[in-house]
């Protein structure tokens, strides 16, 4: 159990269908971002909340993307005609305010086919 | 343009020994530097933050040194073990909110 649960685990689609990921903290952050990790790569910054507010946008984030944290706790991120290029791995991350450590959820593991 | 390298995309050692691996970036003044470990289908777990005026951390059998002249940060992980197996990632950060990873180093203790 990492503090964050990410929904689903896995996700296979077909080309230019639209998918959701949703990520919920176990616990209230302010500070919540989406990363995406390809094969043999670091995780890329996407987005960031602060409380219910998308604060940033990385240039990743094409308009195809968009994520939203309605209440200020879960967040989603969907992405519509999905493209071969969107496999991946999509992170959600809080951030510890202690010591700025991020805790990272499992991820979801997506695969457009 | 900025840039993270990470020594090696592999590192194999003995169990017991020390491993080292070696971040260097370029392009960035970062504030602080994290270190995570991360294992195959997982989420990146942190381990360390180092702030730009330490020279030096350590947890545990983990140590890792911040030289922000040479740009560069060693992580050091003492008496090895299996358990240790699993890719590092280094990440610069220049704020709270731009945390930039490399590509990691996948290490393999061997028994």
């Known amino acids: 159990d990492t503090g964050v649960s990410q929904d689903p685990r896995h996700k296979i689609t077909k080309r230019g269908q639209n998918v959701t990921f949703r990520c919920d903290p176990i616990?209230?952050?302010?500070?919540l971002y989406w990363y995406r990790q390809t094969l043999g790569q670091g995780p890329e910054f996407l987005t960031y909340?602060?409380?219910?507010?998308?604060?940033?946008k990385s240039r990743l984030l094409s308009d195809r993307f968009s994520a939203e944290r309605p209440k200020g706790s879960f967040s989603t991120l969907e992405i519509q005609r999905t493209e071969q290029g969107d496999s991946a791995m999509y992170l959600c991350?809080?951030?510890?305010?202690?010591?700025?450590?991020?805790?990272f959820g499992s991820g979801t593991r997506l695969t457009v086919v | 343009s900025q840039k993270i390298e990470q020594n090696s995309e592999a590192l194999n050692i003995q169990e017991g020994k020390t491993a080292t691996l070696t971040c260097n970036y370029t392009?960035?003044?970062?504030?602080?530097l994290q270190w995570y470990r991360q294992d195959p289908g997982r989420g990146p777990v942190f381990l360390l933050l180092i702030r730009e005026n330490e020279k030096e951390k350590r947890k545990e059998r983990l140590k890792v040194t911040f030289d922000t002249t040479l740009k560069q940060s060693l992580f050091h992980i003492t008496a090895s073990q299996p358990a240790d197996s699993a890719t590092y990632l280094c990440a610069p950060q220049t704020g709270a909110n731009n945390l930039f990873f490399g590509t990691g180093t996948r290490l393999t203790v061997i028994p």
């Open positions: 991350a809080l951030v510890e305010a202690a010591n700025y450590g991020y805790t």
């Open positions: 909340f602060q409380n219910e507010a998308q604060l940033e």
């Open positions: 392009n960035y003044s970062p504030a602080y």
């Open positions: 616990s209230e952050h302010n500070r």
